[in-house]
């Protein structure tokens, strides 16, 4: 049974970087598209960024279009985002969710079962 898990969250000034990790295990991430949510202070859970399960196809939302790059690892069973220019909006909890066989763009988040416990990210001067 696939199992993730983020790493990378932290406190960084406004317009430094980050890059968050989200490694599977239990199973092979080839045939699962990852997406990356936050979830900010009192709102709902988000899409951030998309990435298939042979990186061929990857979509982000408006907000961090730009700022914000998707990748992964097949070889590592891992996915990034490297989070550049980062903003005060930024600041949320941040999780990686698989679904297999999928393409981009992920499901709303109700909708999505495999889910990493999250890491933090604040951006505050």
């Known amino acids: 049974q696939l199992q993730l898990m983020e790493s990378g969250g932290g406190s960084v000034h406004p317009g430094g970087s980050l890059r968050l990790s989200c490694e599977a295990s239990?199973?092979?991430?080839?045939?699962?598209?990852i997406g990356w949510f936050r979830q900010g202070p009192g709102k709902e859970r988000e899409k951030v960024s998309c990435?298939?399960?042979?990186?061929?196809?990857?979509s982000s939302v408006n907000s961090v279009e730009g700022r914000f790059t998707i990748s992964r690892d097949n070889r590592r069973n891992t996915a990034y985002l490297q989070m550049n220019s980062l903003k005060p909006e930024d600041t949320a909890v941040y999780y990686c969710?698989?679904?297999?066989?999928?393409?981009?763009?992920?499901?709303?988040?109700?909708?999505?079962?495999?889910w990493g416990p999250g890491t933090p990210v604040t951006v505050s001067s």
């Open positions: 969710a698989a679904l297999h066989g999928s393409s981009c763009p992920l499901p709303a988040a109700r909708y999505l079962e495999i």
């Open positions: 990435i298939n399960g042979d990186g061929s196809t990857r």
């Open positions: 239990g199973s092979s991430l080839d045939n699962y598209a």
